[in-house]
């Protein structure tokens, strides 16, 4: 299982790239893991600002249907349209090609909130 240590990563299994006020968000390779194929990935909330863990959109797999909760309060600046194609991005190159939304986030302390890699293989058991 790939955990990168140089992202943070949330409870709902997404990770997070900073850079300066931006965040770059996707699933992690576990939970891609555990979702099976993805088909389907959903985002209507670009340019919208939302709250820390509010839903920010679906992820579909053959089986079932799982929300997305956004990691850091902010507005969802731009969606990876690529997915709308090839939605399998995320179960190939979760960490890369497979990434879901930036968002410009409001309030950096929310950081804090966030697991390290360490914490994160602990939580799932890695």
Do not use: R
């Amino acid at each position: 299982m790939n955990i990168p240590s140089n992202l943070k990563y949330t409870k709902d299994h997404e990770w997070v790239m900073i850079d300066g006020d931006t965040a770059t968000v996707g699933i992690t390779d576990f939970a891609q893991g555990e979702l099976g194929d993805i088909v389907y990935v959903e985002v209507e909330t670009v340019d919208e600002t939302l709250d820390l863990e509010e839903v920010f959109g679906t992820v579909e797999a053959v089986k079932t249907v799982s929300d997305l909760f956004l990691p850091l309060a902010g507005e969802i600046t731009a969606f990876n349209e690529q997915l709308e194609d090839e939605p399998e991005l995320v179960n190939t190159d979760p960490y890369g090609k497979g990434w879901m939304i930036k968002l410009k986030f409001s309030d950096a302390s929310q950081i804090d909130g966030l697991l390290s890699a360490d914490a994160y293989k602990e939580l799932v058991g890695a």
